[in-house]
C-alpha cells in the first residue's frame, strides 16, 4: 500500500494518508496526518522523539493523545510497532513484509529484507509449528558505528 510513497512528493503522500484514513473510518485530523507524517519521514521512530516532533506544531498535545492516535492507526494497520530489546518499541508506517536491523551502539532502526521462504519450510517441518509472523530483529552493530 506505501510502496510508492518513497517516489511521491510531500502532498501527493500527504493526500495518501488522507485516503488511507478515510478507508480506514479514522478521523482526519492535523494532528493524526501529523504523527503519520513524521513516522514516515523518520522510517522508524520511538514515542520519545515522535513527541517531541509534534509538540513543535502542538504545542499542547499530551502524550496520552499521541498514544491513543497510534493504538488507533496500529490497530487498522496502518502502522505497524516493532518490538525491539531491551529498547522502547519504533513506530514505522506498514510496508512489505521485512525484518530489522538494531544497532546496539547507536540505536539505529534499518529495514533489512531477509527470504524466510526457506527458512520457515524447513521450520515446519523440524518442529511441526505453524507460523504466523516473521518479522525478526537482528542487532549488532551498524556500518556506521563499525567505523568509529
Ligand atoms: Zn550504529
Ligand atoms: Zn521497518
Not at 75 to 89: A, D, G, M, R, W
Request: charged letters at 25%; hydrophobic letters at 35%.
Amino acid at each position: 500500500m506505501f510502496d510508492n510513497f518513497t517516489k511521491l512528493g510531500y502532498n501527493s503522500c500527504m493526500n495518501s494518508f488522507t485516503q488511507i484514513l478515510r478507508q480506514h473510518n479514522l478521523k482526519v485530523t492535523p494532528q493524526r496526518l501529523a504523527i503519520v507524517e513524521v513516522i514516515h519521514n523518520y522510517g522508524h521512530i520511538n514515542i520519545d522523539k515522535l513527541y517531541e516532533e509534534i509538540k513543535i506544531k502542538f504545542e499542547t498535545i499530551s502524550l496520552a493523545t499521541i498514544y491513543k492516535n497510534i493504538s488507533a492507526m496500529t490497530k487498522n494497520t496502518i502502522l505497524y510497532e516493532v518490538k525491539l530489546p531491551n529498547e522502547k518499541s519504533v513506530y514505522e508506517t506498514v510496508k512489505d513484509n521485512h525484518s530489522h536491523f538494531l544497532c546496539k551502539k547507536c540505536a539505529e532502526v534499518t529495514d533489512i529484507d531477509i527470504n524466510m521462504e526457506k527458512n520457515i519450510k524447513s521450520i515446519t517441518q523440524k518442529y511441526d509449528f505453524s507460523i504466523e509472523q516473521t518479522d525478526l530483529v537482528l542487532s549488532g552493530i551498524c556500518d556506521k558505528c563499525k567505523d568509529k
